[in-house]
Nanobody
Framework: QVQLVESGGGSVQAGGSLRLSCAAS????????MGWFRRAPGKVREGVGG???????DYAESVEGRFTISQDNSKSTLYLQMDSLKPEDTAMYYC??????????????????????WGQGTQVTVSS
């Protein structure tokens, strides 16, 4: 079974940093698109950023320059480095993966329906 498990969430003060991890298991495709999403209370789920199997990344305007998506050499773990955190970053963060690399192209990583698997989420709380 394919499973994605997020970790690394917690509570920080504004301006602080966190690194979220998404450990993937049971997924063997060499071509894929992975994304980070978040949902804040009372708001819809929104895309944070995406990375494809070639290492190409893209980000939402709201996090550009502050968040960085990366993956380890084995590509079994996806990371979201979050710096200069703001209270408005408070949300449940989710990772997701698609079997198709092209889903990351042209902003396609933002499309929730493109993803085949989702993690359970990890909470990030940023206080002012």
């Amino acid at each position: 079974q394919v499973q994605l498990v997020e970790s690394g969430g917690g509570s920080v003060q504004a301006g602080g940093s966190l690194r979220l991890s998404c450990a993937a298991s049971g997924f063997t495709d060499s071509s894929y698109c992975m994304g980070w999403f978040r949902r804040a209370p009372g708001k819809v789920r929104e895309g944070v950023g995406g990375i494809d199997s070639n290492g190409i990344t893209d980000y939402a305007e709201s996090v550009e320059g502050r968040f960085t998506i990366s993956q380890d050499n084995s590509k079994s773990t996806l990371y979201l480095q979050m710096d200069s955190l703001k209270p408005e970053d408070t949300a449940m963060y989710y990772c997701a993966i698609s079997h198709t690399r092209s889903h990351c192209a042209g902003g396609g990583w933002r499309t929730v329906a493109s993803y085949n698997y989702w993690g359970q989420g990890t909470q990030v709380t940023v206080s002012s």
